[in-house]
């Protein structure tokens, strides 16, 4: 079965860095594209970045562009998000997600296009 499983969540002071990993099993992780979404306390689980099947093409949300990048080692069936600049509004439990469809160039946004999802790490950036 499908499984996400993500980490390098913490406790981050404003302005520090952290990368999270997403390290993907059964399926072939470099048919498809990729997401990370965050939900805060209280909040809608919101879109953060997505990522082509083969790394080529990216799309951030405009409140993390410029600070934060994805990426995607297939070879390791891994996805990274590198987070720079962090602020007090990151904070928020971080998700991977996979979007069912194969070798598209369409880096979709919206929560219902991923079918598979991770159980979220836990990222605080204390001011």
């Known amino acids: 079965q499908v499984q996400l499983v993500e980490s390098g969540g913490g406790l981050v002071q404003a302005g520090g860095s952290l990368r999270l990993s997403c390290a993907a099993s059964?399926?072939?992780?470099?048919?498809?594209?990729m997401g990370w979404f965050r939900q805060a306390p209280g909040k809608e689980r919101e879109f953060v970045a997505s990522?082509?099947?083969?790394?080529?093409?990216?799309y951030y949300a405009d409140s993390v562009k410029g600070r934060f990048t994805i990426s995607r080692d297939n070879a390791k069936n891994t996805l990274y998000l590198q987070m720079n600049s962090l602020e007090p509004e990151d904070t928020a439990v971080y998700y991977c997600?996979?979007?069912?469809?194969?070798?598209?160039?369409?880096?979709?946004?919206?929560?219902?296009?991923?079918?598979?999802w991770g159980q979220g790490t836990q990222v605080t950036v204390d001011s």
């Open positions: 997600a996979r979007d069912p469809s194969r070798f598209s160039f369409v880096l979709r946004t919206t929560r219902a296009a991923y079918d598979y």
């Open positions: 059964g399926l072939t992780f470099s048919n498809y594209v």
């Open positions: 990522i082509s099947w083969r790394g080529s093409s990216t």
